[in-house]
């Protein structure tokens, strides 16, 4: 059984940056691919990116490549993202997932993860 507690959530202005943390327990992430999803009131769950136990990342292209970044510390057992020029649209409970799955196309769908932390809410005003 793996716990996952996501942190770093907050209210920040448009064009602001903030670090959500994710530390798991019960297993060590280095043998993990571990994801980010999010939720904005009203809509459906959204991948983010994730970042497989083998050192590949994946990203959703079309909102958050190159402002987000996915990464890990397997000695805090924790993975990060990096959230940069943040935007109204980015409004949502973030939350992040565990899986051992390696198949970058199946890292996407939530349904291909075991374990999911409660989430962190982040705010962006315009």
């Known amino acids: 059984q793996v716990q996952l507690v996501e942190s770093g959530g907050g209210l920040v202005q448009a064009g602001g940056s903030l670090r959500l943390s994710c530390v798991a327990s019960?297993?060590?992430?280095?043998?993990?691919?571990m994801g980010w999803f999010r939720q904005a009131p009203g809509k459906e769950r959204e991948f983010v990116a994730a970042?497989?136990?083998?050192?590949?990342?994946?990203y959703d292209t079309d909102s958050v490549k190159g402002r987000f970044t996915i990464s890990k510390n397997n000695a805090k057992n924790t993975v990060y993202l990096q959230m940069n020029d943040l935007k109204p649209e980015d409004t949502a409970v973030y939350f992040c997932?565990?899986?051992?799955?390696?198949?970058?196309?199946?890292?996407?769908?939530?349904?291909?993860?075991?374990?999911r932390g409660q989430g962190t809410q982040v705010t962006v005003s315009s």
């Open positions: 019960g297993q060590t992430i280095s043998t993990l691919t």
């Open positions: 997932a565990a899986t051992r799955i390696l198949d970058q196309a199946a890292m996407t769908h939530l349904g291909s993860y075991d374990f």
């Open positions: 970042l497989s136990w083998i050192g590949e990342s994946t």
